[in-house]
């Protein structure tokens, strides 16, 4: 019986290396039958998407906290430390509630082991989550799934408002080749009875959907078709816009996260809350946008030099970095460091980066997912290029090089992005 978070976290990486993604929802059904199955006590907003997942939930909550609505938040990856994935309010999980949520299920585990259908990581965490939340005395919780929805491991629940962020080419092998494929794979957290708020705007994914939402027989709302984003106004410190819905229009929505992709995701928000939810008034709206904040995201980490930090971890994540580094700092070049697992797109995101980047300096983490740093720098065409295998030595060579009138942009994996994040934070310290 493991009694530390040491021993936990070491639980879950041999867990994870062993069981891997194993896609399908019996197991996750049986293990929350034998914990009684809290996931049934709890009211749900259920979001899945390509990127833009976390930013979305991050805006709603904030928007309900300001309210005065008592909300949970289950989110993956961490960035830090597993207890950020469960929330209440703006509280992790502590220790001593992780390790006694965890021993609830350890006999379950050790059960379904014998079984030969052990559950994975993420399907334990997922349980996890459900016990903890029903425990809190919680308003709803905002449920974001893990990879696709039709299958992911939290798509046992029963929302009452289900969002669709973004659909790009991704995870191929799992979820399709196409986007009509991925977008169908995302449409399954669609039940009956949940209104559905839908960032897609691209032809196939978008019919998709709203196939899926016709023949289920629940309102349907598109970004740019149903609800729009307009008088957007940039600066190198923030941005605002204006939202517009049926009978609901917002003037001058400040927030303090940069880029056209933020302003969408907070409209997705601000069309949760009016759809879903009675009550939510303007004030709540705009406070909660102008607070809400998502570390590792277009994070800003320190002036001089200039370094920001972004988990673009697939090639469509890319290409937003590329339009926010242009808009908000047109007049700066931009030198990356970049690292990535070895079963993303690393080849499309590198191809991405060449676009305009003076350097691009090549690492890798240790991690059994990551790839090694000689695949990216073969990978890779750009002319200034350069391979460094101590990620801690890539960043700080990046910075001394870095002077006026560029930035240091580090990227790739969210998880390699969580390592970069607490060296640089104490570094600067």
Not at 166 to 174: K, R
Not at 408 to 425: A, D, K, M, P
Request: net charge negative.
């Amino acid at each position: 019986m493991v009694t530390t978070m040491k021993e936990i976290n070491q639980f879950f990486e041999r867990r994870q290396v062993r069981l891997g993604m194993n896609f399908g929802l019996s197991r996750m059904e049986t293990l929350l039958t034998e914990l009684g199955d809290p996931h049934k006590e709890l009211k749900y907003i259920h979001i899945a998407g390509s990127n833009g997942k976390g930013s979305t939930l991050q805006y709603i909550k904030e928007i309900l906290l300001a309210q005065g609505i008592r909300v949970a938040s289950f989110t993956s990856p961490y960035l830090i430390r597993m207890n950020e994935q469960l929330k209440v309010n703006e509280d992790e999980i502590s220790d001593q509630d992780f390790i006694d949520v965890f021993r609830k299920l350890w006999p379950i585990i050790h059960e379904m082991d014998s079984k030969g259908i052990g559950p994975t990581q993420f399907e334990i965490l997922t349980a996890m989550a459900f016990s903890y939340f029903s425990k809190k005395e919680v308003d709803l919780v905002l449920m974001e799934t893990g990879l696709g929805g039709r299958l992911d491991t939290t798509n046992v629940i029963q929302p009452f408002l289900s969002i669709i962020t973004s659909i790009s080419l991704e995870h191929t092998n799992i979820l399709g080749n196409t986007l009509g494929e991925i977008a169908f794979e995302k449409a399954g957290i669609i039940k009956s009875g949940a209104p559905v708020i839908s960032g897609v705007t691209a032809g196939e994914p978008a019919k998709v959907i709203e196939e899926k939402a016709s023949a289920l027989g629940v309102p349907y709302y598109q970004l740019g078709k149903d609800f729009r984003v307009c008088n957007m106004k940039r600066s190198e410190r923030g941005q605002s816009f204006s939202f517009a819905l049926a009978d609901r229009s917002i003037e001058n929505v400040e927030m303090r996260m940069l880029g056209r992709h933020q302003m969408e995701n907070a409209a997705l928000a601000i069309a949760a809350v009016t759809v879903g939810m009675e009550n939510i008034d303007e004030k709540s709206i705009l406070k909660g946008i102008g607070a809400a904040k998502w570390d590792g995201r277009f994070e800003k980490i320190s002036d001089a030099p200039l370094v920001i930090i972004d988990g673009a971890h697939n090639p469509a994540g890319i290409d937003v970095l590329k339009e926010t580094l242009k808009v908000h700092y047109p007049d700066y070049k931009y030198r990356f460091v970049f690292s990535s697992f070895k079963d993303k797109n690393y080849s499309e995101m590198l191809h991405g980066l060449e676009t305009g980047a003076m350097e691009i300096i090549i690492t890798e983490f240790d991690h059994e997912r990551a790839a090694d740093a000689k695949t990216l720098y073969e990978k890779c065409n750009h002319p200034n290029k350069s391979i460094n295998k101590d990620w801690q030595a890539a960043i700080t060579e990046g910075k001394r090089k870095t002077g006026d009138k560029e930035i240091l942009v580090i990227t790739g994996s969210l998880h390699f992005l969580s390592l970069v994040r607490e060296f640089l934070i104490r570094e600067d310290a």
